[in-house]
Each structure stands twice: as structure tokens, then as C-alpha cells.
């Protein structure tokens, strides 16, 4: 007999069990053949037949023996045909497993090259990642730095303003010229809270007086 058992891709693989019934058969038959010629001699001499009867009696028995042998026969060839279908279908079976497996390590090795590629995609990115965050710290660095000069040349700035005249005197004007350098060059600028303003050539508001002022000698009066 046959039975389906389903296998990993879906298909029924059929198993083949030993035919009990068959073997019983030839072994029944052979054993009942050698039995029958064993006992016909005296059977049918107890039962006072004749010659001719006793070779009729013996054709009868070859006959039914005949019988027997031939249907035992057919019965192994049937066996024999379903054990050659069954082994057909196991090869069908076989063969597509085959093509199933082939499948799978086309498909594995598909999967692998695709992981292949996706891990060298992710160091690459990686890579990208960390050149960018390399990048960024420099420019980070870089923006400190930048602001360290900033506020260096402003303390710069503030001292160049603390050095710098005090005073611009107006073009053309010899005594606005000598009294800027006057005032630019004297040494205690904290005691010069009190600006010259200048209203016209040698007239000058200090504070809240006018004063004039000439120069004579190189020198100012």
C-alpha cells in the first residue's frame, strides 16, 4: 500500500511497506503443492479408483495447482507494478526536490551577494558619517578660534582707539594742526576731559568759555 506523507516543499513522498500478504501467498502455495504430492498416492488408493480416475484426479490437482501458481503470479506482478510506480513517483519526487534545492542555493546565494552589498554600503556610509562629524568638529575648533581673534581684535581695537589721537585737526589750518599735535601728544590724556571745539580759524570753545589761539614761534599762545 501507499501512503502520503508530506514533504519540507509541499509535495507527498510516498513510503513503501513490506507486502506481508504476498509473501504468505507463495509460501501457502508452495507448502500446500509439496503437501498435495505427498499424500495423493495413498488418498487415492484408499478410495479404490482406477487408474484412469487416479490420472484424471492428478490432471484435476496440476489444473487447480496451475491455477494457484498463475494467481499468485499475477499477484506478485501486481505488487511489482505498484512497487515500480511507487519507485517512479519517488524519482519525480527526488527530481523535484533537486530543483527545489537548487532554488534554495540560488536564492541563498542571491541573499548573500545582497548582504554583501549592503554591508559595504554601510561601511561607506559610516565612513561618510565619520568624515563628516570629523569635519564638523574642525569647523566647530575653527569657529572658536575665530572667535578667540574676534575678541583679541577687539581688545586690540580698543587699545588702537586709546592710542590714537584724540584730536583730527582740519586740512589747511596750521594753528587746528599744531593744537591736534598738542593734544595728541601730551602725556596725561586723563587730565584732557575738556575737548577743544573749534568755531573758526584760531576761535575754540573750551568748555564753556571761547578762547583764541595763534601760534608763534612754532609754539602755541
Known sequence: KMHGKKSP?????????????????????????????????????????????????????????????????????????MLREQLRRSEEENAALKQENMALLDRSELLSKEILTASDYIVALEDRCYQANKTSLDLLQTLRDTEYEVETLKAYVIDLKARIAVYIPVRDCPIDKKLAEYINNYPDRAKLKIMFMRESEGVYEFGSSRVRVKVERDKIQ
Open 9 to 81: 516543499g509541499g509535495m507527498k513522498r510516498p513510503h513503501t511497506t513490506t507486502n506481508h500478504s504476498t509473501l504468505s501467498k507463495t509460501q501457502n502455495f508452495t507448502s500446500s503443492k509439496q503437501t498435495a504430492h505427498l499424500i495423493k498416492a495413498d488418498d487415492f488408493q484408499s478410495r479404490g479408483l482406477t487408474s484412469a480416475e487416479v490420472e484424471l484426479e492428478h490432471l484435476r490437482r496440476i489444473v487447480a495447482d496451475i491455477k494457484r501458481e498463475r494467481s499468485v503470479t499475477d499477484s506478485l506482478q501486481d505488487d511489482n507494478a
